[in-house]
């Protein structure tokens, strides 16, 4: 069963603190994706990655970071740099062809007290 | 600056009629278009892709136009049912050589039985 898992669903925590969310796909996509969704905003791209070990900011890196050590996994991490923090999170991947269509995980709802 | 602008105010359309949603763009030369439902506290679900070439395509219901002299994509949907009722958002590639999207910010669909 091909897809892409994104844990937890909903997540909270303090100001302050740093958290990572999850993303992993079986896909066998090289490229991986990550977005933020404010309420009535479009999917803004965080980072990317085309390839294991290499990765680019997107157009609001700032305050997040993340890894690319594995094909199938591409964490992200929230840190108490972001200053708002709190949106709804989703993780896509694709094929590292242009043109290609994103599988978009079924996101991560962050909500920092 | 650059835009992708969908209509923020949902569409409010009779079951069994077309509806028509629009996305413009400024300030990007698209290769391609694609559209994507996103139902409420999901990731969003692929649907079509159009190439700067093609200049209509279709799957089942759906129909998507693509007017680069507009800077403009149709979306269509026939013999609309309440399970179309979803946001659907629009995207294309704002730089070439890679496979990043740039999003709009959607259009909400409600088909009223």
């Known amino acids: 069963d091909g897809g892409i898992t994104q844990s937890p669903k909903y997540l909270f925590r303090k100001e302050g603190q740093n958290v990572t969310l999850s993303c992993e796909q079986n896909l066998n996509h090289d490229a991986m994706y990550w977005y933020r969704q404010d309420p009535g905003q479009g999917l803004r791209l965080i980072y990317y990655s085309q390839i294991v070990n290499d990765f680019q900011k997107g157009d609001i890196a700032e305050g997040y970071s993340v890894s690319r050590e594995k094909k199938e996994s591409f964490p992200l991490t929230v840190t108490s740099a972001q200053k708002n923090p709190t949106a709804f999170y989703l993780c896509a991947s694709s094929t590292a062809g242009r043109a290609d269509t994103q599988y978009f995980g079924p996101g991560t709802r962050l909500t920092v007290l | 600056s650059q835009k992708i602008e969908q209509n923020s105010e949902a569409l409010n359309i009779q079951e069994g009629k077309t509806a028509t949603l629009t996305c413009n763009y400024t300030n990007y030369s698209p290769a391609y278009l694609q559209w994507y439902r996103q139902d409420p506290g999901r990731g969003p679900v692929f649907l079509l892709l159009i190439r700067e070439n093609e200049k209509e395509k279709r799957k089942e219901r759906l129909k998507v136009t693509f007017d680069t002299t507009l800077k403009q994509s149709l979306f269509h949907i026939t013999a609309s049912q309440p399970a179309d009722s979803a946001t659907y958002l629009c995207?294309?590639?704002?730089?070439?050589?890679?496979?990043?999207?740039?999003f709009g910010k959607g259009n909400q669909v409600v088909v009223i039985p």
């Open positions: 995207a294309l590639d704002p730089l070439g050589g890679n496979n990043r999207l740039a």
